[in-house]
């Protein structure tokens, strides 16, 4: 399986509608992959909070347009990163997965909000559901950004069936050591792929890291942005290995806390 993130530069100087187009023309550029990645609010920007607002977008708003016809015209799955979300309970940091078709096969709201008390935190709703997107032979567990900190939402999407996980960022260049050791961490831990797609470029004075990263279930590193410049970053993924791991070196089955229960009158 081939895999592509595309570390796109957010630039506030950019319309809109022209990085729609332009993201457009990167995903096109990708037709022969199976899998294609972008990052985290990359329509507006992780960090321009003031924007957040005019930016939000219904679920059928054009980013998902733009985005349903760029997967049917290369082919390819397709997390479309995430957008601000205008919804009845509120804004939300939306993530959307395509098939190949052009359909939406994935909707994922981010669970763990930044900020601290501002920003993110205050403007925007939490999800409530863990998310996994039907990608054949890997079956991709949805987080955003923020929600790379907290690993037992990993642990609950392995325990929903997932293999990988993608995981779209606009994560500050100030915390970049974070991103890359936090993200091999939860390959390593759940014995799974961890595709990592940062921004690239300054938005909202804020230097993002890039340093996108894809990691195979062993923690081997397969392909690692070295900084921020817009870029496709590739890798071969095999579907298998996350299974065999699994076989070969079972820690997973040691699990002592956090183990799902059992439904009443299921077997075992």
Request: net charge negative; hydrophobic share 50%; glycine share 8%.
């Amino acid at each position: 399986m081939r895999a592509s993130l595309i570390q796109i530069r957010v630039d506030d100087a950019e319309p809109v509608a022209e990085r729609r187009a332009r993201a457009a023309e990167l995903i096109a550029e990708e037709r022969g992959a199976d899998l294609v990645v972008l990052p985290e609010l990359w329509p507006v920007g992780a960090f321009a909070f003031d924007s957040f607002e005019a930016a939000a977008e219904e679920l059928d708003g054009p980013t998902r347009q733009a985005m349903s016809a760029a997967a049917a015209e290369a082919g390819v799955w397709l997390h479309a990163g995430s957008i601000v979300e205008r919804a009845a309970e509120g804004l939300f940091n939306t993530s959307l997965v395509f098939a190949p078709s052009g359909e939406l096969a994935a909707v994922y709201r981010k669970i763990h909000r930044f900020g601290f008390d501002k920003g993110e935190a205050v403007l925007m709703a939490a999800g409530e559901e863990l998310v996994t997107a039907p990608v054949p032979d890997l079956p991709l567990g949805l987080a955003t950004c923020y929600d790379l900190r907290f690993p037992e939402l990993f642990r609950g999407l392995v325990d929903a069936g997932a293999l990988a996980f993608a995981i779209p960022a606009g994560w500050p260049e100030a915390r970049h050591e974070h991103w890359t050791v936090l993200a091999r961490a939860r390959a390593v831990e759940n014995q799974a792929y961890v595709l990592a797609c940062g921004t690239a470029g300054t938005h909202a004075h804020t230097p993002q890291a890039g340093r996108s990263l894809i990691v195979a279930p062993s923690g081997e590193l397969l392909a690692e942005a070295a900084g921020a410049d817009e870029l496709v970053l590739r890798a071969e993924l095999d579907p298998k290995e996350a299974t065999t791991l699994r076989d070969r070196f079972p820690a997973l089955k040691d699990r002592r806390l956090g183990v799902p229960v059992p439904a009443p009158g299921a077997a075992g």
